[in-house]
């Protein structure tokens, strides 16, 4: 079984790793990403142990904030927010959707899921996505709805980040970044937005120098 696979494998190229973890943790990013079995955060950003801290559920989804700073949703994501920037001193939060996403596709079908009571409330916090979908079109039109559907939602997740007095504070001083990330499954490649071209860019080696120039890297 892999985990056997791992301890007799893997586990001696991290030992050390695992030994310097040990006593706390220090991550670069919070990772928002779906919980879809495809997307593999540490594999997809080639990151070790410690490097993301990682909040994954259906959609990549953040329930927006009341002006005091309390989720309107479930507390499990706001708790994992509040605990990356406040404690933990992240520089960097991405939201990182992918395609054919199965919480875009329910969101898109517009009705009740059987059985899913829970799912389809939690899917509400997408329907800004799908009403911008709707009234002011595609990033891309060439992708199919879903996907389409998929890129916006991460701007929205962006926008419902923001919400947090935290994030905002952050973001303000400069001392948060946020960034939205786009997994296309086929190919493998990742996508980064780019605001000024209002689009989704590939990571390719040029893409990446100025993403980490623009992080200060």
């Not at 990013?29 to 779906?34: D, P, S, V």
């Not at 199965?102 to 799912?119: E, F, H, Q, Y």
């Not at 071209?197 to 980490?212: C, G, H, T, Y």
Request: proline share 5%; glycine share 8%; net charge negative.
């Amino acid at each position: 079984m892999g985990i056997v696979d791992f301890r007799e494998r893997l586990l001696p190229q991290y030992a050390e790793r695992f030994r310097d973890l040990a006593t706390g943790q220090a991550p670069d990013a919070l990772f928002i990403t779906c919980a879809d079995s495809r997307v593999v955060p540490n594999l997809l950003a080639s990151t070790s142990p410690g490097e993301l801290f990682t909040v994954r559920n259906v959609g990549n989804l953040v329930p927006p904030s009341t002006v005091e700073g309390l989720s309107t949703g479930d507390v499990s994501e706001a708790s994992a927010i509040e605990y990356a920037v406040a404690v933990l001193k992240v520089g960097n939060i991405v939201v990182c959707g992918h395609s054919q996403c199965g919480a875009m596709k329910a969101v898109l079908a517009r009705s009740a899921i059987d059985d899913a009571p829970n799912l389809g409330k939690w899917l509400h916090h997408a329907d800004t996505a799908a009403f911008r979908l709707d009234n002011e079109g595609p990033l891309d039109g060439t992708k199919s709805p879903p996907d389409q559907l998929s890129q916006l939602n991460v701007l929205v997740q962006l926008e419902h980040l923001m919400t947090y007095p935290l994030v905002r504070a952050g973001v303000t001083d400069g001392t948060l970044r946020l960034s939205g990330w786009w997994l296309d499954i086929a190919t493998g490649d990742m996508y980064a937005y780019e605001r000024d071209n209002r689009a989704f860019a590939v990571i390719d080696r040029e893409e990446a120098d100025r993403l980490l120039r623009r992080l200060g890297v």
